[in-house]
């Protein structure tokens, strides 16, 4: 097993990624240079990205965690996965409902992500305005306008909300020994 705690590199990995998304947001908020608001928009799906990413590497992957939690993980990712079935195949929000699944049940805690909440369909909405800037048809593909804006700002918020709500489950969980 790794040194670090997968809730130590994952608040690790946080530490590091949430700050650039924030300094990008402060610095765009009342602004209307484009670049500061499509920086806002690539900080925070790389933020997003990043989290997945190292959420599901943490909880699935052998030497971070004891076997039992490694296959609970695995479990509830081909849980969610059947869930999802080709809706989101390979996507940002795939990823995301995959690794909080999969982190919530090797730490054996509830899932926080409600995919049939409001935040959930602010996240996939603001998925598509990451997608139009980073893959675009045409000039005006590439402009954040203020409704854009505003959409991943409370995407942004929501998603940090529930990395804070799995990890501090998580914590508590290992604190009492559960």
């Known amino acids: 097993m790794s040194h670090e705690s997968p809730l130590q590199a994952l608040t690790g990995i946080a530490a590091e990624l949430i700050p650039d998304a924030g300094i990008a947001e402060s610095r765009a908020i009342g602004s209307n240079d484009p670049l500061l608001r499509r920086t806002y928009v690539r900080a925070v799906f790389a933020l997003v990205e990043g989290l997945n990413f190292a959420r599901l590497h ?16 695995a479990i509830a990712v081909k849980i969610e996965k059947k869930a999802l079935k080709a809706n ?10 995959t690794s909080v699944a999969a982190f919530a049940a090797a730490h054996g805690v ?17 998925v598509v305005v990451r997608n139009r800037i980073t893959h675009p048809s045409s000039g005006a593909d590439c402009r954040v306008s203020n409704a854009d804006f505003e959409l991943v700002q409370r995407a942004h918020h929501w998603y940090q909300d529930l990395e804070m709500q799995l990890l501090q489950s998580a914590k508590a969980h290992g604190e009492h020994g559960a």
């Open 58 to 73: 943490l909880s699935t992957e052998p030497g971070y965690l004891p076997a039992a939690a490694v296959e609970r993980a």
């Open 88 to 97: 989101y195949e390979g996507s940002i929000p795939s990823s995301t409902r």
């Open 110 to 126: 509830s899932n926080p992500l409600s995919p049939l909440a409001e935040g959930w369909h602010t996240f996939v909405d603001a």
